[in-house]
């Protein structure tokens, strides 16, 4: 697959009606299924995350993980796991979320050491961006600097971007 075809909209299935009705699910299980197209993936993630000069690379549970460490690996830096609540280990900070059809809480470990570090942020998806300004708060409240936000899809319409203190780019932008 050249460059000139990595069009990532037609290897993004769209269940509607999923989790619930009225919502569009972006599934990226196509994606990743095609090592081909997993590598230009990949690939494209790393030229947009060297922008943003990361220390380390902040996988949000479950798909950001899916990314960011491969992003992690090629650029030579650290991951640290930002996961759902009851997931990790030890003395953790927690922050809850709502998302577009529930609530949740995501989890730090308290002794990630995160002090003065650039974090960015990789989710598969930012819609209502509240999983990412809860993962953003964890990095603050740990010591860390979020540099930025990357994701695969952009849900334009729900205007997510506008809740976080940084930066935030996608490969792919749907309205909803």
Known sequence: MTRAEFILDSNIAKITDFPK????????SPI?????????????????????????????????FLFATPIAYNLNCGCVMIRKSNKLPGEVITEPYD??????????????????KRVLLMDDLIATGGSLNAAQSLVNKA?????GA?????????????????????????LY
């Open 143 to 147: 010591g860390g600097i979020v540099c």
């Open 99 to 116: 998302l577009e059809y529930g609530s949740a809480e995501l989890s730090i470990q308290k002794d990630r050491n995160l002090s003065g």
């Open 21 to 28: 009705p009225g919502i569009t699910f972006y599934d990226i």
């Open 32 to 64: 990743l299924e095609a090592s081909d197209l997993l590598k230009q993936t990949v690939d494209t993630l790393c030229n947009k995350a060297k922008t943003f000069e990361p220390d380390l690379i902040g996988g949000i549970d479950a798909r950001g």
């Open 150 to 174: 990357l994701c695969l899809i952009e849900l334009t319409g729900l205007k997510g971007r506008e809740n976080l203190d940084c930066p935030v780019d996608a490969l792919q932008t749907y």
